[in-house]
């Protein structure tokens, strides 16, 4: 465990095991491994005449392995949010935060410039009517499962395929009681990354100049849904987190797309190349371009090394982090493993030229 400073630990680009000159004792770091700050503020006031059940509690736990988490406590939610601009945080999470009328301008030019800004439904934001939605919204709370609505709770039905949450398990136990609606147009298809079983958005999403804007259509704590109670909130928050910062430097790192659900990832070639021994070399000829969004481990297509431009650099490691050293089998070969001496290279370059100038 190396524990650092956010500040110094984001400056980390290249960690290594000292005295073994390999590839594989080398880890190349990004943008992607950076430690985020995410601000949090909530416009309810449940958050401070009962903390452990409000908005910020649930958002705290879940960002906190992965995020450092500042809160705005004892301020009103637009000189919170003028706060956050002006520490320059990535991300910051709304929570039944209504109209930010003061702030509206900044936030949407911090958003132009590659701010990630999720917002969670609740009472003041359904009686909002400022733009900082993607999509537009019924004004009115819609309540399943009461006594005026012929509707159960619903279910959480999937995630789009071009959403950041595609490939995680769809969870059982989430069920929603109450939501905000939206307006049903022809970008509604193209902005929803969530469903219910009714086929209702739950989660719509919306990119703005090199942003994003994400609104959770049910509230951060359990009062309209189950979905901060199960562990698919943290992998949903978890996603959202990588985003931010990554969209500052470039438009396709990571959700680069026209539509905020088309996440089109670019390909961004070779820069610094990994040899054998862990030292940078100029990329080989055979090295093949990568998407931004690449996960995998290095092959020969793709060899270990920093992929793009200096300003939104992506890492290519040997060894993946599930990836486990086991020795070498040599039972199947007749030769002996001691003759392998550990030495410095010899430059053989002279010898062998001054033989072949003999040879002609």
Sequence with gaps: VIDLPVEIRNDVARLEIVGERSAGAVQLLDKRW???????????????????????YYLARALNPFAD????????????????????????????????????????KWIDNGGVLVRFAGPHL?????????????RGGRILGGSLSWDKPQQLAGFSRDSPFNGMAVPTDVTVTRQVLAEPDSQLNDRTWATLADGTPLVTAERRGKGLIVLFHVTADSRWSDLPLSGSFVDMLRRLVSLAGATANAEGDNAASENAGNRAAQVVPPTRILDGFGAFSTPPATARPIPSNFTGRGS????????????????????????????LDTSSLNARTDVYRHGEPLDLRGPIFLAALALL
Excluded: W
């Design 34 to 56: 950076r430690r985020r700050t995410v601000g949090i503020v909530s416009g309810s006031t449940a958050d401070r005449s009962q903390p452990l059940i409000g908005a910020t």
């Design 126 to 138: 359904a009686r909002g009517d400022d733009n900082l939605v993607p999509v537009k919204l019924r």
């Design 300 to 327: 020969l297509d793709h060899p270990p090394g920093f992929y793009g431009p200096p300003e939104g650099l992506v890492a290519v490691n040997t060894l993946a982090p599930a990836d486990r050293p086991v020795p």
């Design 69 to 108: 988490v500042s809160l705005a406590e004892g301020v009103a939610p637009t000189e919170a949010v003028t706060r956050f601009l002006d520490r320059h945080l990535p991300m910051l999470i709304l929570a039944d935060v209504g109209n930010v009328t003061d702030a509206l301008d900044r936030l949407n």
